[in-house]
């Protein structure tokens, strides 16, 4: 939507008051009692359902199977009085904090069901709490509308619908973040003194982020220039104030960040052994060189010598363009007071200053990133986190320019309406489409998943694994009635492989010796090994993976490859 436009919208006539009293009506109406967050509502309950039909369809996540035995370690750390420290010698695992998987392993001992479906559904939670967080966030900032919006955007992102089945650190951990986010921005209204309940919310989110990834330090540092920011005009008209309200504002947030503190302590043994021990994981990962390759504009980088814009770049094309105009659209109304004209002074002030808090939680991540050039595969796997923040000022951004087109060019409101919908629609239906390989989006920058296709990264996470066993399973039974034993090779982890194979399939150590073989096309891994390919995993004409005959099949020639 090009900047000019908007910008004669602005300056076409006066505004009209009647947008400035809906918000101020809306604003009053408690939480949850306006059709839009009736819609909200709606939206969640549908995505549970949703999620409760689907859910087996994703496989087990590269990494779950070390993940899952990290919780099993630090709840052994605590039943045996402390004696128990082989969490500590762990691989690397206890550079991270552990809240996702102690709840996990503790829900398995009480719960009937498989600990990966578990595993599984409590990402889904923590999904879809993400998207309500993103709800309430916007719907603070903006009003129901821009709520409801956010949530819509948010849950047709496909890198957030596909995610929260099976990325079960990425996805608690960006929820974590959004909704500290949120009560941190309502603490910033009523600084110098927030209110107890929000610096609990604060404390709590606070821990939970830090009990998963040292990235959540981040949180301190916000809530630090949040509380500056307040400060600093007080400062240069009086002092003696500014020190009261820096009082009691320290008064107000040591307790909040206390009991952040205990949770993330509670949730990652490792930080309690040093008070430093969080800053040094957050330099570790920084610094991190394993032999890992990743994908980038048809280029295969190690994780350490991925280029300075790597994420950025896949910020860039695996989110919605729909989405990405609505946030530059907040950025534009935040930026031109004149665009805030349909709202009093006051509201356009405060709303211009939390798109402003909201754009920095989003970009100076990436500054970082970019500035020090840290280690990243996986695409933007490991910045997730920013998916709500953007969907926020998304929400918000479409929303200004509904009040604004409201009370300059009515006329055009419901063309504007009927066109976003659209586009979130379309978005919708790709997530069907790709099920339930939504992860593997990409947008019109780089025409799509086609145009991604052998350029940038693909399946990484083994999600074909159910499809192509529970497919291998019918084939076999089709060609051998009698169900003999069978080697499998897989161009993948093998617990993700036994996890859903049939007793007839057997893990093969090499792949020449295997009578079937499974891999994605990541990496050409499919062309790893011969052999009649008899099941094609396509999704929008794009083949995702295969499984290959082998029997009767030579050794390739060459070095025998080995499956990890």
Same mark, same amino acid.
């Given at each position: 939507?090009?900047?000019?436009?908007?910008?004669?919208?602005?300056?076409?006539?006066?505004?009209?008051?009647?947008?400035?009293?809906?918000?101020?009506?809306?604003?009053?109406?408690? @939480?949850?009692?306006?059709?839009?967050?009736?819609a !909200?509502?709606?939206?969640?309950?549908?995505?549970?359902?949703?999620?409760?039909?689907?859910?087996?369809?994703?496989?087990?996540?590269?990494?779950?199977?070390?993940?899952?035995?990290?919780?099993?370690?630090?709840?052994?750390l605590?039943?045996?009085?402390?004696?128990?420290?082989?969490?500590?010698?762990?691989?690397?695992?206890?550079?991270?904090?552990?809240?996702?998987?102690?709840?996990?392993?503790?829900?398995?001992?009480?719960?009937?069901?498989?600990?990966?479906?578990?595993?599984?559904?409590?990402?889904?939670?923590?999904?879809i !709490?993400?998207?309500?967080?993103?709800?309430?966030?916007?719907?603070?900032?903006?009003?129901?509308? !821009?709520?409801?919006?956010?949530?819509?955007?948010?849950?047709?992102?496909?890198?957030?619908?596909?995610?929260?089945?099976?990325?079960?650190k990425?996805?608690?951990?960006?929820?974590?973040?959004?909704?500290?986010?949120?009560?941190?921005?309502?603490?910033?209204?009523?600084? +110098?003194?927030?209110?107890?309940?929000?610096?609990?919310? @604060?404390?709590?989110?606070?821990?939970?982020?830090?009990?998963l990834? !040292?990235m959540?330090?981040?949180?301190?540092?916000y809530?630090?220039?949040?509380?500056?920011?307040?400060?600093?005009?007080?400062?240069?008209?009086?002092?003696?104030?500014?020190?009261?309200?820096?009082?009691?504002?320290a008064?107000?947030?040591? +307790?909040?960040?206390?009991?952040?503190y205990?949770?993330?302590?509670?949730?990652?043994?490792?930080?309690?052994?040093?008070?430093?021990?969080?800053?040094?994981?957050?330099?570790?990962?920084?610094?991190?060189?394993?032999?890992?390759?990743?994908?980038?504009?048809?280029?295969?980088?190690t994780?350490?010598?991925?280029?300075?814009?790597?994420?950025?770049?896949?910020?860039?094309?695996?989110?919605?363009?729909?989405?990405?105009?609505?946030?530059l659209?907040?950025?534009?109304?935040?930026?031109?007071?004149?665009?805030?004209?349909?709202?009093?002074?006051?509201?356009?002030?405060?709303?211009?200053?939390?798109?402003?808090?909201?754009?920095?939680?989003?970009?100076?991540?990436?500054?970082?990133q970019?500035?020090?050039?840290?280690?990243?595969?996986?695409?933007?796997?490991?910045?997730?986190?920013?998916l709500?923040?953007?969907?926020?000022?998304?929400?918000?951004?479409?929303?200004?320019?509904?009040?604004?087109?409201?009370?300059?060019?009515p006329?055009?409101?419901?063309?504007?309406?009927i066109?976003?919908?659209?586009?979130?629609?379309?978005?919708?239906?790709?997530?069907?489409?790709?099920?339930?390989?939504?992860?593997?989006?990409?947008?019109?920058?780089?025409?799509?998943?086609?145009?991604?296709?052998?350029?940038?990264?693909?399946?990484?996470w083994?999600?074909?694994m159910?499809?192509?066993?529970?497919?291998?399973?019918?084939?076999?039974?089709?060609?051998?009635?009698?169900?003999?034993?069978?080697?499998?090779?897989?161009?993948?982890?093998? @617990?993700?492989?036994e996890?859903?194979?049939?007793?007839?399939?057997?893990?093969?150590?090499?792949?020449?010796?295997?009578?079937? @073989?499974?891999a994605?096309?990541?990496?050409?891994?499919?062309?790893?090994?011969?052999?009649? +390919?008899?099941?094609?995993?396509?999704?929008l004409?794009?083949?995702?993976?295969?499984?290959?005959?082998?029997?009767?099949?030579?050794?390739?020639?060459?070095?025998?490859?080995?499956?990890?």
């Open positions: 939507m090009p900047g000019s436009s908007v910008a004669r919208l602005a300056s076409a006539q006066p505004p009209r008051t009647d947008v400035a009293e809906r918000h101020r009506a809306e604003a009053a109406q408690p @939480f949850g009692r306006t059709p839009w967050d009736w !909200a509502w709606l939206l969640l309950v549908v995505l549970a359902v949703l999620a409760a039909f689907t859910i087996t369809d994703y496989g087990v996540s590269n990494d779950e199977e070390v993940q899952h035995r990290y919780g099993e370690l630090i709840v052994a605590y039943t045996s009085g402390f004696s128990d420290q082989n969490l500590f010698a762990y691989r690397n695992l206890y550079l991270y904090g552990g809240l996702f998987d102690i709840i996990a392993v503790l829900a398995g001992e009480v719960l009937p069901f498989d600990i990966y479906l578990i595993r599984h559904a409590l990402s889904v939670a923590f999904g !709490a993400g998207i309500g967080a993103a709800w309430a966030t916007a719907r603070l900032v903006a009003g129901p509308r !821009a709520g409801l919006l956010a949530a819509v955007l948010l849950a047709v992102t496909a890198q957030w619908y596909g995610p929260m089945f099976n990325h079960t990425d996805i608690p951990f960006a929820a974590t973040m959004i909704g500290a986010t949120y009560f941190l921005l309502r603490a910033a209204r009523d600084l +110098p003194a927030p209110r107890w309940r929000d610096m609990i919310g @604060f404390g709590v989110l606070l821990g939970a982020a830090c009990g990834r !040292a959540g330090l981040l949180l301190f540092g809530a630090g220039l949040v509380v500056l920011a307040h400060l600093l005009p007080q400062v240069t008209q009086d002092r003696a104030a500014a020190f009261a309200s820096a009082r009691r504002a008064a107000r947030f040591l +307790p909040a960040f206390l009991l952040g205990a949770i993330m302590l509670a949730a990652w043994p490792w930080a309690a052994l040093d008070i430093f021990n969080p800053l040094r994981a957050v330099f570790a990962f920084s610094h991190f060189h394993y032999e890992i390759h990743t994908l980038f504009a048809g280029h295969v980088y994780m350490a010598n991925v280029p300075r814009w790597y994420v950025p770049a896949y910020l860039a094309i695996r989110l919605p363009l729909v989405l990405w105009a609505g946030a659209l907040s950025a534009a109304f935040a930026l031109r007071s004149g665009m805030l004209a349909a709202l009093n002074e006051p509201s356009a002030t405060r709303m211009r200053r939390e798109i402003g808090w909201l754009w920095f939680f989003v970009l100076f991540p990436l500054a970082c970019v500035a020090a050039r840290g280690p990243a595969f996986t695409g933007l796997r490991h910045f997730m986190f920013l709500p923040l953007l969907a926020v000022l998304a929400g918000v951004g479409f929303n200004a320019l509904f009040d604004l087109i409201a009370t300059r060019r006329r055009i409101v419901m063309p504007a309406a066109a976003l919908c659209a586009a979130l629609l379309w978005e919708a239906s790709l997530l069907v489409r790709l099920h339930p390989y939504q992860y593997l989006y990409y947008n019109a920058l780089v025409g799509g998943l086609k145009g991604a296709a052998d350029r940038y990264e693909m399946d990484y083994g999600n074909m159910p499809e192509a066993v529970r497919a291998l399973e019918r084939y076999a039974k089709r060609v051998d009635p009698a169900g003999e034993s069978r080697l499998v090779g897989v161009c993948g982890e093998r @617990f993700s492989f996890h859903e194979a049939a007793d007839q399939f057997q893990w093969s150590v090499g792949w020449y010796e295997a009578d079937f @073989f499974i994605p096309t990541h990496m050409d891994c499919d062309s790893a090994n011969n052999g009649n +390919p008899v099941i094609r995993i396509e999704r004409g794009v083949l995702i993976g295969v499984v290959k005959d082998r029997r009767g099949f030579p050794w390739p020639t060459g070095p025998a490859q080995a499956s990890k």
